[in-house]
């Protein structure tokens, strides 16, 4: 008898330790997320994504202040405008620069960047200027007639600074020889940060700083006025971008 009693003490003993075992591991389980924590979280994506439109509206009506009222882009009291702008993404933010062909040698081209909260521009003289895809570099080397500047530019927080200066050129006594014997060599000479250098020396200080096989030429040019349109209408066909 006592055996019995033994037997069914330990079988309750039993039981009871496996409700609570199981009232342990219903209280581990994941706790389920709040609607009103689920709901915290839409808020804040909504957030970063309006975030994101306010600084596009603001980049575009910067733009658009910019080239109507600057008096080097803006047109002239009688209207005529011959400027061709494209948007390129210079340095590694993700807001495109404006690229701007002024149409003539002495007007050259100007890049503008939108910076906190501001537009920052810069005049590249003459025309034909290329850059490296978000690497904020530009090269200019735009010369003729026996003379040919070279400038390396980097657009860096906002601010343009030339980091490569070079220039290669005619000397009058080669120019002297070439006059008095036609079958003179054309020897140019080169300068580096105003020191004199070999044309390969020239040429390997230009590779030091950039590359010019990832370099590019701005594409997709369009009218001043068809791009003012675009910019206020948000529709301009951004086609580098």
Not at 73 to 79: I, K, L, R, Y
Not at 111 to 130: C, H, K, M
Request: proline letters at 3%.
């Amino acid at each position: 008898m006592k055996k019995r009693v033994i037997v069914t003490v330990l079988m309750v003993s039993m039981l009871v330790g496996c409700k609570t075992a199981s009232k342990e591991e219903a209280a581990i389980e994941p706790e389920e997320v709040s609607v009103e924590e689920s709901t915290e979280e839409v808020d804040e994506a909504e957030e970063r994504e309006d975030e994101g439109v306010e600084t596009e509206e603001s980049w575009r009506e910067a733009y658009y202040d910019y080239l109507t009222t600057n008096e080097d882009v803006a047109p002239d009291e009688t209207g005529n405008h011959g400027l061709q702008v494209t948007m390129i993404y210079l340095d590694d933010d993700d807001v495109p620069e404006l690229f701007i062909d002024t149409g003539f040698e002495a007007g050259g081209e100007i890049i503008a960047t939108y910076y906190d909260g501001e537009v920052v521009s810069y005049n590249f003289p003459r025309l034909g200027s290329q850059y490296i895809e978000r690497s904020g570099l530009v090269y200019t080397n735009t010369g003729h007639m026996d003379y040919y500047p070279l400038t390396i530019t980097k657009l860096e927080d906002g601010e343009f600074r030339e980091i490569g200066v070079g220039l290669a050129y005619l000397s009058e006594a080669d120019r002297e020889h070439l006059i008095a014997d036609e079958n003179y060599p054309y020897i140019l000479t080169y300068e580096w940060e105003d020191e004199l250098v070999s044309e390969e020396q020239f040429n390997a200080n230009v590779a030091e700083i950039y590359d010019m096989e990832q370099s590019v030429y701005p594409e997709e040019y369009v009218p001043y006025d068809e791009f003012l349109k675009g910019l206020r209408e948000e529709k301009l066909e951004e086609a580098n971008y």
